[in-house]
């Protein structure tokens, strides 16, 4: 007897758990891409605050940040190339913003370059 309560317990306990976490996760994929936006932009407000992220645009590019350019330690650095003039390694990010007039650089003029390379 003894054993089937045990079992019994067991059981609910085990039925409980998978219920709770199948249903713990409930956002919706937009909630989600939101949650995740917003922790990024965190992280790279933390990372501008440390000096680790000087981008040229506003708001600020995520693929320096998430490795996907020259950097991989959630830094970006297209500021100081457009100040050593070295446009080739501006992040294709950075550049689009560039383009789209949301150039925030430090050497202002650059944002005006007809053709960024």
Excluded: H
Excluded at 56 to 66: A, H, K, L, Q, R
Excluded at 87 to 111: A, N, Y
Aim: negative net charge.
């Amino acid at each position: 007897m003894n054993k089937t309560i045990f079992l019994t317990i067991m059981i609910v306990i085990v039925m409980s758990v998978v219920f709770y976490s199948s249903n713990f996760n409930t956002e919706s994929f937009e909630q989600k891409r939101e949650r995740i936006l917003n922790e990024l932009s965190l992280a790279i407000d933390e990372a501008i605050e440390k000096d680790r992220y000087k981008c040229c645009i506003d708001p600020p590019c995520t693929m320096c940040y998430m490795g996907n350019w020259l950097w991989d330690d959630g830094s970006c650095y297209c500021d100081d190339l457009i100040m050593k003039g070295e446009f080739d390694k501006v992040c294709p990010q950075c550049i689009k913003g560039i383009e789209e007039g949301r150039c925030i650089s430090t050497r202002i003029e650059e944002c005006t370059i007809p053709q960024v390379k």
